[in-house]
């Protein structure tokens, strides 16, 4: 089985609504044309790096190579973990986790996106709120971090949910003007403190030296 030589097809998050994991061949093609069909507002870009500006077809292809891309790159030292979501048996979205010296720094950063008809139904937040499990809880991660332009509202809603602190700010460009970055950080302490649904974690001990924790 091919999680035999790559643990990370065998890890499995699941909350009350939702499952997260890697896609197999047919699910990552329809993660790609969920994505082809749409994501956010076109008047609006709520992403560092616009990747869903193009053409349909061109936005399918780089989710799939981009999936397959930071599996072939993966490294101890560097990881980004790209999850689809489920709802339902329905592929809905994907959540990424990822990290750089995860083993020394401890921190752990999360972006996502969801299709547009799943929007505004709290599955934003928890999926986000079962990678944060998977950091604190399965990894002993010190702080999950990440951001948002000062205009999203939603994402920051569903930071704020989760009990992220402002973390600055920084001055960013997307399509060629100013946006303002907010970011966030959520220590471990408030996590361990804060208001969260029940996340299950399957599959996690052979996938730890992966992500550079020791497995003792």
């Known amino acids: 089985m091919l999680a035999d030589h ?23 093609a329809a993660l790609a044309e969920l994505a082809a069909q749409g994501v956010h507002d076109p008047e609006k870009m709520p992403f560092f790096v616009p990747w869903t500006d193009g053409p349909p077809s061109g936005v399918a292809r780089g989710v799939i190579q981009h999936h397959w891309l930071r599996l072939g790159e993966w490294e101890p030292r560097g990881w980004e973990l790209k999850l689809a979501v489920f709802h339902e048996g329905a592929v809905v979205g994907q959540q990424a986790i990822g990290a750089r010296d995860f083993a020394v720094t401890r921190e752990v950063s999360t972006g996502s996106w969801l ?101 003792s």
């Open 115 to 215: 299709g547009l008809r799943y929007h505004g139904q709290g599955i934003g937040t928890e999926m986000r709120a079962a990678v944060l499990h998977l950091a604190f809880a399965g990894l002993a991660a010190q702080d999950a971090v990440s951001g948002a332009w000062q205009d999203n509202h939603a994402s920051l809603a569903v930071s704020r949910k989760l009990g992220y602190r402002p973390d600055g700010v920084a001055r960013r460009t997307v399509r060629g003007a100013l946006a303002i970055e907010q970011r966030l950080r959520l220590p471990r302490s408030d996590w361990e403190n804060g208001h969260r649904p029940p996340v299950t974690i399957d599959g996690l001990p052979p996938c730890l030296p992966l992500f550079g924790v020791s497995a």
């Open 6 to 28: 790559f643990p990370l097809f065998g890890l499995r998050l699941t909350t009350p609504r939702l499952e997260l994991r890697l896609p197999s061949d047919v699910e990552l």
